[in-house]
């Protein structure tokens, strides 16, 4: 039987521990699409003592990704399920197959080819795909995400192999409601949602898109602990302006220019109701969609259902923790922060709403907080008057006669070279996706108007970031406080080494879905982004100590769960503040947050009676 025809039977968890005979939660598992799910009422706790009951045997039961040990069943479950002859001799343990397999990653030539062994992994044994990714976290992350994601999103048709995700497709309109209500779909708790419209900085790639939700996803769960039967990754297929793709004979999206406008509009409309009907408290999770649509969309749904945008939101974020994290280390305090953001999209606009709502919170009026942002885009400094402001640009524009006074060669665009001189700012954040913009010209006078001024260069992938951590050093005498979009290893400064932070998107959403499985939160709020900024900066190893130049700003890579739960419980804390989630006693919320945390572990089956 195909993984296309098989049908999943009901199954249980049943403690070992003192009562033997009192089950203690009940699991259904069904396909999903051609792999397999377990879907479950409630989140398991990921105790020693647990067993699973499944009426799966056989080659099902070995087809099955979340369920499948390989050669880790032991002889009792090679009897009892009907294993023997399907699987050699010896008994494995999941230590085991993780250290053989990363021995044979590590053989692989380069991460690309590492990437594409991981997903595979990941389609047939899910347990030790996360197994092997959780030691040493910090070396895998640019491996399943960036960096290696853009390529893999850009040649998605060629290494697709095995359906995992839903995609929903323009020509799908008017049954969205009915594919997603198939029972198989109960327990997920976490959507993450793509149009393929924007995928990092290598902008519109269709259908091949996918390889963003689920990468997302295996970070929320390798970083937050999410369950991965909890989550589902989307693909909106409303065609693609990408011509490559369309001419390629192997793309597998729908081959037709990009809708847009008011069928674009309708076609999401129509994703978001049925979602929300079938879903009410699930996280939807938007990602990579073109700058033109994201923010509007946020804006729109935001109010009705429990939603957020990673890059306008998430983005913000860490990068608002980031720099509180970095004021702690020497950088001028908040209220003087003069911040130039060269990328006015989504992410941009994202960053600069958020760090103006702490500066409200700190005392100013929003005017006030507002006038201290210069955002630069491709027609320069955005001012008032100008053509083609978008909504998210609208708080931030400068008066149409701010460089009257300046030294510019054109007063009607004012270039990123002409802020940085005329502005001085304290902080300037990249967001543009344009490889090599910030230059020593721009750069080196920073270090001759502030102490320790702040560079986040947050473009992705690398071949995109506005200047490598080494130029930013050797440009400002070793001043400044940097930050990136991808990994970079420690440069090596005046005779020490000096660490570059990852502002990093996983600092922040994976704790933000853990909040939502474990929290109850109806509604995603500025303000508990805001509380995850906090969250993030009270861990920085930065704060108190003497030698800061030689410390990270942010937790390294590794924490990136203890990180998940801190964000997490302040998120939910915020939530609770905000009337947008349960009010529970600090134990209550403990417990609750430990018993959502999935771990990569191979519990002890039993057999289950089969479901007709």
């Known amino acids: 039987m195909s993984s296309h025809d098989c049908v999943w039977r009901t199954v249980g968890v049943q403690s070992h521990t003192l009562h033997e005979d009192v089950q203690i939660r009940i699991l259904r598992i069904l396909p999903l699409l051609s792999q397999y799910r377990v879907l479950m009422s409630d989140t398991v706790q990921s105790t020693c003592h647990t067993s699973l009951k499944t009426a799966l045997s056989g080659r099902e039961l070995l087809d099955c990704p979340v369920l499948n040990k390989g050669n880790a069943f032991d002889s009792r479950e090679r009897d009892l399920f009907g294993l023997h002859g399907l699987l050699p001799a010896r008994i494995a343990t999941l230590e085991e197959q993780a250290d053989l397999a990363r021995a044979r990653l590590a053989a692989l030539p380069d991460n690309f080819s590492r990437h594409i062994a991981l997903r595979e992994i990941q389609d047939r044994n899910e347990t030790l795909f996360y197994a092997i990714i959780d030691q040493a976290l910090e070396a895998w992350l640019p491996i399943i995400y960036t960096p290696a994601i853009g390529r893999a999103c850009r040649e998605f048709s060629h290494i697709w192999t095995r359906p995992r995700g839903l995609f929903l497709n323009y020509t ?66 409303v065609g693609t302006d990408n011509v ?6 192997e793309y597998i999206g729908w081959r037709h220019k990009r809708v847009r406008g008011a069928d674009y509009d309708a076609f999401i409309a129509e994703f978001v109701d049925a979602v929300n009907a079938r879903w009410p408290n699930i996280a939807l999770h938007w990602e990579d969609l073109s700058g033109a649509d994201a923010l509007r969309i946020l804006r729109r749904y935001r109010d009705g259902m429990c939603t957020y945008n990673d890059d306008i939101q998430g983005t913000a974020g860490v990068t608002a923790g980031a720099l509180l994290a970095a004021i702690r280390a020497g950088a001028a305090p908040l209220a003087q922060q003069r911040i130039v953001i060269f990328g006015a999209g989504g992410a941009g606009c994202g960053i600069a709403d958020l760090l103006a709502q702490m500066m409200v919170a700190e005392g100013m009026t929003p ?155 109806t509604r995603m709020t500025d303000g508990m982004f805001l509380a995850a900024a906090h969250a993030l900066a009270g861990l920085s190893p930065a704060a108190g100590v003497d030698d800061q130049a030689t410390v990270p700003l942010l937790p390294p890579v590794s924490e990136l769960r203890t990180v998940a739960m801190a964000v997490a419980r302040a998120v939910i804390r915020q939530g609770q503040v905000e009337g947008v989630a349960p009010q529970a006693t600090p134990e209550t919320l403990e417990a609750a947050l430990k018993a959502a945390v999935w771990t990569a572990r191979y519990r002890p089956y039993e057999k289950a009676d089969s479901v007709p």
């Not at 970083?223 to 990754?233: F, I, N, V």
């Not at 270039?415 to 902080?427: F, I």
């Not at 090596?492 to 080494?497: A, F, R, T």
């Open 172 to 237: 799908d309109r008017g049954r969205i409601a009915e594919i997603l209500s198939d029972p198989q779909w109960d327990g997920v708790r976490v959507i993450v949602a793509s149009d393929g419209g924007s995928i990092l900085g290598i902008g519109d790639q269709g259908a091949n898109g996918m390889g963003i939700p689920i990468g997302k996803l295996s970070l929320y769960t390798a970083c937050g602990g999410l369950d991965p039967a909890r989550a589902l990754p989307i693909l909106l297929d």
């Open 244 to 249: 490559a793709l369309l001419e390629d004979p």
């Open 367 to 521: 005017d006030e907080a507002n006038r201290r942002f210069f955002m630069v885009d491709i027609n320069g400094l955005v001012r008032a008057g100008m053509d083609g402001v978008t909504e998210g640009q609208h708080p931030f524009v400068q008066p149409a006669d701010i460089a009257a006074t300046w030294n510019v060669a054109d007063a009607a665009h004012v270039t990123l070279a002409e802020v940085m001189k005329n502005v001085r700012p304290t902080m300037l954040i990249g967001t543009s996706g344009q490889g090599g913009a910030f230059t020593r010209d721009i750069v080196a006078p920073m270090a001759q108007q502030s102490v320790r001024p702040v560079i986040f260069a947050l473009s992705n992938p690398t071949a995109n970031i506005e200047a490598t951590p080494a130029d930013l050093l050797e440009w400002t005498d070793g001043r400044a406080i940097i930050g990136t979009g991808g990994p970079f290893a420690p440069v090596e400064y005046d005779g020490c080494l000096r660490p570059v932070d990852q502002i990093n998107n996983s600092y922040v959403f994976p704790g933000v879905g853990l909040a939502v499985v474990a929290g109850g939160i």
